[in-house]
């Protein structure tokens, strides 16, 4: 009985990257021969050196396919074969493993192993097999099994895609160039340790000449100087990310981003003439509001806030300017009294300044305007003054009707000096005692009084300007 043991060679030819199906690399077959000692000699050669006992090895333990196979057979992946198959059909090649008999199927008489269906790489980048001959009959192993790998080779299936669609982003108007504004992210579902296929490049399609991106990072930024949010305050800026770094035949994808110019203060507040008048009852009353007056400012929020004040008068005291913070409007307030006949005409000086001022800016300014505001004073048709506000007057108990027992005097405030026309509220004079003389204003009884009686008449004269 020959006593040599018999050594399996596994060999698989695996499909070599970008070649056609059926290509491989066969690994090289290694030789066992001589009888076995107890040094653990395997015989001698041809010069009397003993010989040792090769150890099993793979040297291709590694193993390639492309993913997405469109042929309409099985890929082909390698080949199983043993040293002591002498192809009468005693031995069997058999396969474990991750897939073995799903995915991989091995022909058992061949050794001849393929792929039963189209492997996707993003779903699984490698499996794990171990490949064994035995005995057909026995079932007993030749030699102990051998572990190899399929690796999954990527190809370029699928395309960047950006983390969000759209973004959103606000950059400072008048922001120097090269101003960060946002960083757009596109990630790639292919191997980025193979090849180009997930090296993703960043461009700008649409937005220039505002904004640029960083090719490598996705970094936008500014691009012009001087951006003005008054003259336009929303951007739409289409960015492309392509993969195989960028190359012809890449894949891509892109995204929108929103950037708007968020305000500064760069605009002083205007008024929009130099000049304001306005017209006032001498009537009005001391709090109430004259007139409003407004400056303008293209800036917003709380760039646009702004202060009024009387820088100077010709009626100290009489006005002030009070700010609407709601409206950013100024208005005129009436602190003293008007008296048409004493002064029919102000002028007053009034300044409006922003409330936040931007250093950087300084040079735009100054964030303040001047205007006069001119108050002509309108005279109202007042009722008669009396020079007193009461009178008394005595007489005795003993005088006759129409006896004159004093008089009262009114005159009209208007520079029109109306004549005055006197009456007794006869609800104070029930018993028409006392009368008025309409043109004078001389008070005259109207019959005899008598102290034992009532001592004391209180009524009440009034005047009205005269009409006829």
């Known amino acids: ?117 189209r492997l996707d790489r993003e779903e699984r980048a490698y499996y794990i097999l171990h490949a064994k001959a035995v005995n057909r009959f026995t079932n007993v192993a030749l030699e102990g099994d051998s572990e190899f790998i399929i690796k999954i080779h990527d190809i370029n299936d699928n395309e960047p895609r950006f983390t969000k669609d759209p973004y959103m982003a606000r950059v400072p108007e008048m922001s120097d160039i090269g101003t960060s504004v946002i960083q757009v992210t596109a990630t790639d579902a292919d191997d980025a340790t193979y090849g180009n296929s997930a090296k993703v490049v960043y461009s700008i399609l649409e937005g220039q000449p505002y ?153 735009v300014g100054p964030f303040k305007d001047e205007a006069t505001i001119k108050i002509v004073v309108e005279d109202v048709d007042e009722p008669p003054v009396f020079e007193r506000a009461s009178y008394i007057m005595e007489v005795k108990e003993d005088v006759g009707k129409n006896t004159v027992i004093g008089s009262v005097s009114a005159s009209d405030p208007d520079n029109r000096h109306t004549l005055v026309r006197y009456s007794i509220d006869r609800r104070t004079d029930m018993d028409r005692v006392f009368n008025v003389h309409a043109g004078n204003g001389s008070v005259f009884l109207l019959r005899e009084l008598d102290r034992e009686e009532n001592a004391w008449h209180n009524i009440s004269v009034t005047a009205s300007e005269y009409s006829e």
């Open 1 to 117: 009985m020959d006593r040599r043991r018999v050594g399996v060679l596994l060999a698989l030819w695996a499909v070599a990257l970008l070649s056609s199906p059926g290509l491989g690399l066969k690994a090289p077959r290694r030789t066992i021969g001589g009888r076995r000692g107890s040094a653990g000699l395997t015989g001698q050669d041809a010069n009397g050196e003993p010989l040792r006992r090769s150890k099993r090895g793979w040297m291709w333990n590694q193993f390639f396919l492309l993913e997405e196979y469109t042929g309409t057979d099985m890929q082909y992946v390698g080949k199983l074969h043993s040293d002591g198959d002498r192809e009468d059909g005693s031995i069997k090649y058999v396969l474990t493993g991750d897939g073995a008999g799903t995915l991989f199927k091995i022909d058992e008489k061949s050794g001849d192993i393929h792929a039963t269906k």
């Open 211 to 363: 904004f640029s991106v960083d090719p490598e990072t996705g970094l936008i930024k500014t691009a012009l100087p001087g951006m003005d949010r008054e003259v336009k305050e929303n951007y739409k800026v289409v960015i492309q990310a392509k993969d195989m770094a960028g190359q012809m035949g890449g894949l891509s994808g892109t995204t929108t981003v929103s950037i708007t110019l968020s305000d500064v203060n760069d605009n002083p507040p205007r008024f929009n003439k130099t000049l304001y008048e306005f017209r006032v009852p001498e009537s009005a009353e001391l709090g109430s509001t004259l007139g409003v007056i407004r400056a303008m400012d293209s800036d917003i929020g709380k760039n646009a806030e702004m202060d009024y004040r009387v820088t100077g008068s010709d009626g100290p005291g009489m006005f002030d300017i009070v700010t609407n913070r709601s409206s950013q409007e100024g208005c005129l307030v009436l602190r003293k009294p008007l008296d048409f006949e004493r002064k029919r005409q102000y002028s007053l000086r009034v300044q409006v300044e922003n409330i936040h001022i931007n250093p950087r800016f300084y040079s």
